[in-house]
């Protein structure tokens, strides 16, 4: 499954590729610390939007910037690794700065896909996908499925008792 992680100046010439053979492209991004359903169902979801499903996947240092200093729990080969295991993912890569424009300035998706905590007009590189003819799409939370709850269900479980 290691095959699937790509550097973003080879995925860029791979989605060039794919788009000229009539493919459609799904981007979507996020930290994936302690993978959880809700991603997985996430995942699923955006995968039925298109015939590829590419997933950028925020470096530990911008995870760090985005989360705090104690995340991510997962380092980011574990966190590329455990998301290329999974079928509907084509393409993983790993992006480094704080939010995904440059990315999705280079690959050019037809679908650019964020969860339900975001709003249509608040995505990052939306405008730059539906300039050139694609769509934004937010999909729906799965309640109480978040890597925060699970975080704090673990401490909760394992704090010392006195």
């Known amino acids: 499954m290691r095959q699937k992680i ?14 000229g053979k009539g ?25 039925t939007l298109g015939d590829i499903l590419i997933v950028g996947i925020n470096s ?45 300035t280079s690959l050019k998706p037809n679908v650019l896909v964020k969860g339900g905590d975001w709003t249509k007009e608040q995505v990052i590189g939306g405008d730059v996908v539906e300039r050139l003819g694609g769509k934004v799409v937010i999909l729906p939370f799965v309640k109480g499925a978040s890597t925060s709850n699970l975080i704090q269900t673990i401490l909760r479980r394992y704090e010392k008792r006195n």
């Not at 790509?6 to 788009?19: A, F, W």
């Not at 459609?24 to 994936?32: A, D, K, P, S």
């Not at 574990?78 to 084509?90: H, K, N, T, Y």
């Open 6 to 19: 790509k550097e973003r100046k080879k995925l860029t010439k791979i989605v060039k590729v794919l788009k």
């Open 23 to 47: 493919k459609r492209i799904v981007f979507t991004n996020g930290c994936f610390d302690l993978l959880h359903l809700g991603h997985v169902r996430y995942l699923e979801k955006a995968k």
């Open 60 to 104: 530990d240092s911008s995870v760090r910037k985005l989360k705090g200093p104690k995340r991510p729990l997962v380092p980011i080969k574990e966190r590329a690794e455990i998301l290329s295991g999974l079928e509907c993912v084509d393409y993983v890569t790993i992006f480094k700065e704080s939010n995904p424009l440059n990315l999705i």
